[in-house]
């Protein structure tokens, strides 16, 4: 059996190395990213506290809704809406305490979890003269979201101020030799790359070749950064667990 190589955020990657492991699948931890907090209490308080001035807060993942709620926040201010890319950002927002009233999403049931799919749920509504934040990361080489500047140019075009708020860092991980040898071995031992983020491609270390590894992308830009990294074969689906089971155990064995 080939083993899957979750390359998520070091938490991230554990959990979902146990739901996969949970479905048969043999699931390995690989972060090809790690998080850093880049706002203390002080500074969130204080963001918390201009909170009202937001028609719309856009929160882009999981990681920036845990940031946001960390120490100094507050409750969720009637009136301001909660936006998320996807299902797993919406339950996050619930875990932290915002109504469920209150967050616009894709349904479990979109094609994809990303900004388009976030428009087209909220993008009938009137924006003019509304002001809306983006809560965010900040890229270890100062990579920008194509998706998340889409969404802020439509919600421009329809006449909202768009801002944004850095509340955390994506670094590249101090890998260890172990890890540094699994990545090697993974060139050509039939592994499979799981990944969820264009910037995890872009970590891989220099000097390997993966014409002969494989990949699952989570995303469509995703697996073009894949195949630009030269994955000899990459495959695609929805970001949804059992979406993401059924293609690793549709493919080759």
Not at 48 to 56: D, E, F, I, N
Not at 111 to 138: I, K, T, Y
Not at 156 to 176: C, E, F, K, L
Request: charge should be positive.
């Amino acid at each position: 059996m080939r083993t899957v190589l979750v390359t998520r955020p070091q938490g991230e990657a554990e959990r979902w190395v146990q739901q996969l492991q949970a479905q048969g699948l043999a699931a390995q931890a690989l972060p090809l990213m790690a998080i850093e907090p880049v706002i203390d209490a002080a500074a969130r308080q204080a963001l918390w506290q201009g909170l009202p001035q937001w028609s719309a807060l856009m929160f882009v993942s999981g990681n920036a809704v845990a940031q946001f709620f960390g120490p100094g926040a507050g409750a969720w201010p009637a009136g301001v809406r909660a936006l998320a890319p996807g299902p797993g950002t919406a339950r996050a927002l619930v875990r932290c305490g915002v109504p469920p009233e209150c967050i616009d999403a894709p349904p479990e049931d979109a094609p994809q979890f990303d900004s388009e799919a976030l428009w087209a749920v909220m993008g009938e509504r009137d924006w003019r003269g509304r002001s809306v934040c983006v809560v965010r990361g900040q890229g270890a080489r100062e990579a920008r979201s194509s998706g998340r500047d889409w969404l802020a140019q439509q919600l421009q075009a329809a006449g909202a101020r768009v801002d944004d708020v850095a509340v955390y860092r994506r670094t590249v991980p101090d890998w260890t030799p172990a890890q540094h040898q699994r990545m090697q071995a993974a060139q050509t031992d039939g592994s499979l790359w799981l990944f969820s983020s264009s910037e995890a491609v872009v970590n891989l270390p220099a000097g390997l070749r993966w014409h002969a590894a494989q990949a699952l992308a989570t995303h469509p830009r995703i697996a073009q950064a894949a195949r630009q990294a030269g994955f000899g074969r990459v495959q695609e689906t929805r970001p949804a667990l059992a979406d993401v089971v059924a293609s690793i155990k549709s493919g080759p064995p």
